[in-house]
Nanobody, 114 residues
Framework: QVQLVESGGGLVQFGGSLRLSCATS????????MGWYRQAPGKQREWVAT???????YYAGSVKGRFTISRDSAKNTVHLQMNSLKPEDTAVYYC????????WGQGTQVTVSS
């Protein structure tokens, strides 16, 4: 099993920045890939970003150039740096980790005011 604990959400103004963190209970090198989804009120959950065990990164078009996913292997933590935030980025952000199963964090709220 993989336990995921997220942190770093909050309220920020348009154009501001936040950094989300996702700490895992296992070495991130034992995990195939990790990343983030988000779900806005009344909308389906959508993929945001992924970092693979090899360190490759992938982004949804809506966040590319503004968000950066990275990892700290010493702390078994994945980060999502979010810059130039917009009101449409408002959502609950969920960390995930893939092994033979997909595990989810509890979610952290990000609210961007206009």
């Amino acid at each position: 099993q993989v336990q995921l604990v997220e942190s770093g959400g909050g309220l920020v103004q348009f154009g501001g920045s936040l950094r989300l963190s996702c700490a895992t209970s296992r070495s991130i090198f034992s995990i195939n890939g990790m990343g983030w989804y988000r779900q806005a009120p009344g909308k389906q959950r959508e993929w945001v970003a992924t970092i693979t065990s090899a360190g490759s990164t992938y982004y949804a078009g809506s966040v590319k150039g503004r968000f950066t996913i990275s990892r700290d292997s010493a702390k078994n933590t994945v980060h999502l740096q979010m810059n130039s935030l917009k009101p449409e980025d408002t959502a609950v952000y969920y960390c995930y980790a893939d092994t033979s199963l997909r595990y989810w964090g509890q979610g952290t709220q990000v609210t961007v005011s206009s």
